[in-house]
């Protein structure tokens, strides 16, 4: 599927490159020790501006998902399955991201799902798929 890119800034490239090296990687507060994101320059819990990303799992949950029937370019052609992924390393840590490698119709709500990355240019989405 073809893909608008993120823009890269200090604060989001752990996020968009981890996957070079095969690692998620998600902000992560020193001071109250809270998960969050989108990755940001302060806590979103604590306001502290002790943060920087860590590795985490990869392993989580469907919380949501819907599927896209609507062809916004002419060369989106398969319907595809947006969701919200809850991370298995802390509740309510969720990000928003596309489960592929099975049909749209079989991606249910509490469904374990794990990251991959795929490569375009100097960005590796992260994707998720079914796990085992």
Request: with cysteine; charged share 20%; aromatic share 8%.
């Amino acid at each position: 599927m073809p893909r608008k890119l993120p823009q890269i800034t200090s604060d989001s490239s752990a996020f968009w490159q981890g996957g070079e090296s095969g690692r998620l990687m998600i902000h992560r507060c020193s001071a109250c020790t809270r998960f969050f994101h989108p990755p940001a320059p302060m806590c979103s819990s604590c306001g502290s501006l002790e943060v920087a990303p860590e590795p985490v799992s990869g392993r989580g949950r469907v919380a949501t998902c819907t599927v896209n029937h609507q062809a916004w370019k002419p060369e989106l052609t398969e319907h595809y399955v947006v969701a919200i992924i809850e991370l298995d390393d802390q509740p309510g840590l969720r990000l928003l991201s596309n489960v592929v490698g099975m049909p749209p119709e079989q991606v249910r709500i509490d469904m374990p799902v794990q990251v991959f990355f795929e490569q375009h240019e100097d960005v590796w989405l992260p994707l998720f798929q079914k796990a085992d």
